[in-house]
């Protein structure tokens, strides 16, 4: 292999060797990521809304599914594509019903004519996107704090250890749901409508990466702020594939969408699985995170 999957803990002063349990940062990354949180907030749509579950419901069993893909990727002794993206795609759909259903409740405001509920079970909190999403970003401040205070670094590329690990995927799990309130809010409430709110994060991604070009921006910095931004795309993007040609989209639909999605999601993680098996890691693609 061009480069070695083992890295020395220097977190524990041990120097033994463990395995890399995450993956390299290149562009097939957030290639990956944009498809992975797209298909996260159509597939989230599929089973609460066109399946007709309900917000609660939804959440409790993607929640569970969360769990279940988790406890496969912690207890790998190496990185495995398959699973490290399963567990993405599992934060994406279950952040989507837990955005919807911390944001929404049962009034006309977030009901489609001839709707009488958002599905089955308890209807939503009602909380509206602002107030949601503070919730949201005092959590994930929380988990940094916390994070920081570990000692443990930052950077994905070299986080070897369960405790660093568990601090990455309980980001994952609130970022994702922060970004799905986020996209809501640039979809349904900032009048931009979801290509509007699309463009703008993606504009916001290219000053992100104009940015790693500045030394004194720490790189590790945009990589978490871009984590965050890509959600709200793949939010903005999914609604616009889903949503009514009224309201300003495609209206391909929660299953076509989401199988075309899922289809294309796999094959870059196949890809990716194959390459991680030959050692190929592209040297000019990483995107370094280090400060």
Do not use: C
């Given at each position: 292999?061009?480069?070695?999957?083992?890295?020395?803990?220097?977190?524990?002063?041990?120097?033994?060797?463990?395995?890399?349990?995450?993956?390299?940062?290149?562009?097939?990354?957030?290639?990956?990521?944009?498809?992975?949180?797209?298909?996260?907030?159509?597939?989230?749509?599929?089973?609460?809304q066109t399946l007709k579950l309900g917000y609660f419901?939804?959440?409790?069993?993607?929640?569970?599914?969360?769990?279940?893909?988790?406890?496969?990727?912690?207890?790998?002794?190496?990185?495995?594509?398959?699973?490290?993206?399963?567990?993405?795609?599992?934060?994406?759909?279950?952040?989507?019903?837990?955005?919807?259903?911390?944001?929404?409740?049962?009034?006309?405001?977030?009901?489609?004519?001839?709707?009488?509920?958002?599905?089955?079970?308890?209807?939503?909190?009602?909380?509206?996107?602002?107030?949601?999403?503070?919730?949201?970003?005092?959590?994930?401040?929380?988990?940094?704090?916390?994070?920081?205070?570990?000692?443990?670094?930052?950077?994905?590329?070299?986080?070897?250890?369960?405790?660093?690990?568990?601090?990455?995927?309980s980001a994952i799990l609130v970022s994702n749901t922060?970004?799905?309130?986020?996209?809501?809010?640039?979809?349904?409430?900032?009048?931009?409508?979801?290509?509007?709110?699309?463009?703008?994060?993606?504009?916001?991604?290219?000053?992100?990466?104009?940015?790693?070009?500045?030394?004194?921006?720490?790189?590790?910095?945009?990589?978490?702020?871009?984590?965050?931004?890509?959600?709200?795309?793949?939010?903005?993007?999914?609604?616009?594939?889903?949503?009514?040609?009224?309201?300003?989209?495609?209206?391909?639909?929660?299953?076509?969408?989401?199988?075309?999605?899922?289809?294309?999601?796999?094959?870059?993680?196949?890809?990716?699985?194959?390459?991680?098996?030959?050692?190929?890691?592209?040297?000019?693609e990483v995107l370094a995170e280090n400060s």
């Amino acid at each position: 292999m061009e480069k070695s999957e083992f890295l020395t803990d220097l977190n524990t002063g041990t120097g033994h060797s463990v395995m890399k349990k995450l993956p390299e940062v290149t562009l097939a990354f957030w290639i990956m990521k944009i498809a992975a949180t797209t298909l996260g907030e159509t597939a989230g749509d599929l089973f609460a809304q066109t399946l007709k579950l309900g917000y609660f419901l939804t959440t409790v069993a993607l929640f569970l599914i969360f769990v279940v893909t988790l406890v496969v990727q912690l207890r790998s002794t190496h990185y495995n594509p398959y699973f490290y993206w399963t567990v993405i795609l599992s934060t994406s759909m279950a952040g989507t019903t837990m955005s919807d259903f911390m944001n929404r409740d049962a009034s006309s405001r977030y009901l489609s004519g001839g709707t009488t509920s958002l599905g089955w079970g308890p209807q939503g909190l009602g909380l509206g996107y602002p107030t949601g999403a503070a919730i949201l970003i005092s959590l994930l401040i929380a988990i940094f704090v916390i994070w920081k205070f570990t000692g443990l670094t930052f950077s994905i590329r070299d986080i070897v250890t369960f405790r660093g690990e568990a601090l990455f995927w309980s980001a994952i799990l609130v970022s994702n749901t922060l970004g799905t309130s986020m996209g809501d809010f640039l979809s349904d409430s900032s009048g931009l409508g979801y290509a509007g709110g699309a463009l703008l994060v993606t504009g916001l991604l290219a000053v992100l990466l104009a940015l790693m070009r500045v030394p004194v921006v720490p790189n590790v910095l945009l990589f978490w702020i871009a984590f965050v931004l890509t959600r709200p795309l793949g939010a903005t993007v999914g609604d616009f594939l889903t949503k009514p040609v009224a309201k300003g989209g495609l209206d391909l639909g929660t299953a076509g969408s989401s199988v075309a999605l899922l289809a294309l999601l796999f094959a870059l993680v196949a890809r990716a699985h194959v390459r991680e098996r030959r050692g190929v890691v592209p040297r000019n693609e990483v995107l370094a995170e280090n400060s």
